[in-house]
């Protein structure tokens, strides 16, 4: 028997108890139309009322996308996770918005947004993930337990744009430039990033999942630097400055550093470490019983692409390949699953991301002998810790409720 055909057998086995429901037919429907109006599709369309999956908390400045509920690995645009610092979107008219590109360049530019679009443009899938996005801070978040509040801070969405190299070549960057300075309208975010990610594949984005880019994700126009921490993705972009020198803007030398044991902070760390997480069966979700499940979570590297991901049911005692769900794109979200039969003891179930460096996604207890620091570092330190990457373990009861085990690890 092959392992299609077992896999099949378990699952049958298992699944009785939900055939001997649909003997008696499905309970019937009520068939009612969700408004009154039956004459008409709405124009912008909404989701099914039974459907109440959100950003969470509601809160002003951020959200976290409830990655316990997602498919595939698009993130729909009403539910990819918020982070803007000290302001609201902005209300920002197309029609009258500017993007300057000055500084060292031979010929300063202004675009509108049409002539933005008339230039060539890319189509690519890629995540965002918050710096902060980490379990393990000081905090509300020490005590996260769903996926969303543990990982929420990434989403993955496809973007289009043009490429920024398009209009630095336009632009003519002069020698001696070595880094650009992307702005927004409020003049509130400043960011700083090489001119070499700047050149390479960095997109001025407008476009998200087959539409405009949302308020939130910086309406009309963002920069998109793939595989950087999410700062230095400027929303509500107008400026790209060219510099010979990071600017040490306040962004980038206060919250989104790190400080280590010896009181020295690390800054300017751009790239992501490989990371995942399981998203099925997670925190705070409940197994009816004993009987198959199928693992499945989400992988990603801001180094490129997920080339392994491995799937651990017993602790981290044995590791065994998941399979990895095409298609794969460079540092994007990566959907994997794994087949599991529950016999119904406690189990701790993880997940490990290799990505196409080789580099391999650490433990907590890895990490601390890296960085010399125990657990208690973690939710101690005076500022907020950015760029961890620890394999996420949840521990799964006799009873089948679900639990994040990080600090049992
Ligand atoms: N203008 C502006 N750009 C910004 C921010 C901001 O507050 N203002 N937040 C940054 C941070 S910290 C992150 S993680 C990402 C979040 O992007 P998103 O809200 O589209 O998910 O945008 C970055 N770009
Ligand atoms: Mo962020």
Redesign the pocket.
């Known amino acids: 028997m092959n392992a299609k055909e077992q896999g099949r057998r378990r699952f049958l086995k298992s699944g009785a108890a939900l055939a001997g429901l649909a003997v008696g037919g499905p309970p019937s429907a009520s068939g009612q139309p969700m408004s009154a109006d039956v004459s008409r599709i709405p124009p912008y369309g909404v989701r099914s009322r039974f459907e109440t999956s959100h950003r969470g908390s509601g809160r002003l400045?951020s959200g976290q996308s409830p990655l316990q509920d997602s498919v595939g690995i698009i993130t729909p645009n009403p539910l990819?996770?918020?982070?803007?610092?000290?302001?609201w979107s902005p209300d920002i008219d197309p029609q009258a918005h500017r993007l300057l590109v000055d500084g060292m360049v031979d010929r300063p530019l202004v675009f509108t947004m049409d002539e933005l679009k008339r230039l060539p443009s890319v189509t690519r899938t890629h995540f965002?993930?918050?710096?902060?996005s980490s379990y393990v801070t000081r905090g509300p978040r020490r005590n996260a337990r769903t996926v969303q509040e543990t990982h929420g801070?990434t989403?993955c969405a496809e973007w289009t744009g043009v490429p920024l190299s398009i209009v630095l070549d336009e632009a003519g960057v002069q020698d001696g430039a070595s880094w650009v300075v992307a702005e927004?309208v409020?003049k509130?975010?400043t960011?700083s990033i090489p001119l070499a990610k700047a050149m390479d594949d960095t997109v001025l984005v407008y476009g998200q999942n087959g539409e405009a880019i949302r308020p939130?994700?910086?309406y009309p126009l963002?920069m998109l630097a793939p595989g950087f921490?999410?700062?230095?993705?400027?929303?509500?972009?107008r400026r790209i400055k060219v510099v010979d020198e990071a600017y040490l803007t306040r962004?980038e030398i206060t919250v989104?550093t790190n400080l280590m044991p010896d009181g020295k902070a690390r800054w300017f760390q751009f790239e992501f470490e490989p990371n995942s997480v399981i998203t099925f069966p997670s925190g705070e979700q409940q197994l009816p019983g004993p009987g198959f499940f199928e693992i499945t979570g989400l992988a990603w590297s801001g180094g490129g692409a997920v080339s392994r991901v491995e799937v651990s049911v017993d602790g981290g005692r044995t590791w065994a390949d998941a399979q990895i769900q095409e298609p794969v794109h460079r540092m994007a979200h990566t959907r994997f699953r794994f087949p599991w039969q529950w016999q119904g003891g406690e189990a701790t179930l993880q997940s490990r991301c290799t990505d196409e460096r080789g580099d391999i996604q650490p433990s907590l207890a890895e990490l601390n002998q890296i960085w010399g620091v125990d657990n208690e570092y973690w939710t101690t330190s005076t500022n907020r810790v950015q760029h961890l990457n620890a394999i996420q373990p949840w521990k799964v009861d006799r009873d089948g409720s679900v639990h994040n085990a990080i600090w049992e690890s």
Do not use: F, I, N, P
């Open positions: 400045h990819h996770y918020v982070v803007s610092h000290g302001a965002l993930m918050c710096a902060g801070w989403s927004d409020t509130k975010w960011v939130e994700q910086g963002r921490e999410g700062t230095r993705s400027t929303k509500w972009l962004w989104y």
